[in-house]
């Protein structure tokens, strides 16, 4: 099973981008993905997270301004982008991701390879 991303672009700050990410296969055989981003010089980052179950987790600078969603009949992950800023400018990937759950506890998976990402741009 893949994981490609698709939906970047070029838009000015505050504006809106919605990312896909579509499976190859069912998107239900993974418990967790997520959206990483990455800028040349700086460690990947995960951006959001969604579990099977519907709970998410976010990283601090896209709370509020991010929503991570799943379409398990699509087998697609989303990644709604509002508010974009210029710091927000990266390639984002798609992949399995770890998951810190309610209780406390922590999810790691085995991640896939990385695919192309799709870039974001954000001018200000």
């Known amino acids: 099973v893949q994981l490609q991303a698709s939906g970047g672009g070029l838009v000015q700050a505050g504006e809106s981008l919605k990312l896909s990410c579509a499976s190859s296969?069912?998107?239900?055989?993974?418990?967790?993905v997520g959206w990483y981003r990455e800028v040349l010089g700086k460690e990947r980052e995960l951006v959001a997270a969604?579990?099977?179950?519907?709970?998410?987790n976010y990283l601090d600078s896209v709370k509020g301004r991010f929503t991570i969603s799943r379409d398990n009949a699509e087998n697609t992950v989303y990644l709604q982008m509002d508010n974009l800023k210029p710091e927000d400018s990266a390639v984002y990937l798609c992949?399995?991701?770890?998951?810190?759950?309610?209780?406390?506890?922590?999810?790691?998976?085995?991640?896939?390879?990385w695919g192309q990402g799709t870039q974001v741009t954000v001018s200000s």
């Open positions: 992949n399995a991701a770890p998951f810190h759950n309610a209780d406390g506890t922590y999810y790691y998976p085995r991640l896939l390879t």
């Open positions: 969604i579990h099977v179950s519907g709970d998410t």
């Open positions: 296969g069912s998107i239900t055989s993974f418990n967790v």
